[in-house]
Nanobody, 125 residues
Framework: QVQLVEFGGGAAQPGGSLRLSCAASGFNFSSSAMSWVRRAHGKGLEWVAGIATDDSHTYYKDSVTGRFFISRDNALNMLYLQMNNLKPEDTAQYYC??????????????????WGQGTQVTVSS
């Protein structure tokens, strides 16, 4: 029922930019806080950014603060991640995720639920 489809990934050089998108369906998107999470090859899931039900409150992992910007369009059921000044360590599979309504934090292992296969971001020179 719940479906999150990520797209917009690809290859970029260090210092480059990419914009990721996530199309949501099957739930009340406008009432759900959302996150972007990522998994690098051979690594665990890592929370990257979060956004409240509107654009007024956003949250970021320290290493992406000032470079990545999360946003949403509730009318279109879309979530976005603008990624600037990309670094090789940003290479990962990126997923959008629905934050659990019961969560009081963002980055915990059980704070978000995600679906789909994600979109790959590869940063290399």
């Amino acid at each position: 029922q719940v479906q999150l489809v990520e797209f917009g990934g690809g290859a970029a050089q260090p210092g480059g930019s990419l914009r990721l998108s996530c199309a949501a369906s099957g739930f009340n998107f406008s009432s759900s806080a959302m996150s972007w999470v990522r998994r690098a090859h051979g690594k665990g899931l890592e929370w990257v950014a979060g956004i409240a039900t509107d654009d007024s409150h956003t949250y970021y992992k320290d290493s992406v603060t000032g470079r990545f910007f999360i946003s949403r369009d509730n009318a279109l059921n879309m979530l976005y991640l603008q990624m600037n000044n990309l670094k090789p360590e940003d290479t990962a599979q990126y997923y959008c995720a629905k934050r659990r309504a019961s969560s009081s934090t963002w980055s915990g292992a059980h704070d978000n639920e995600y679906w789909g296969q994600g979109t790959q971001v590869t940063v290399s020179s």
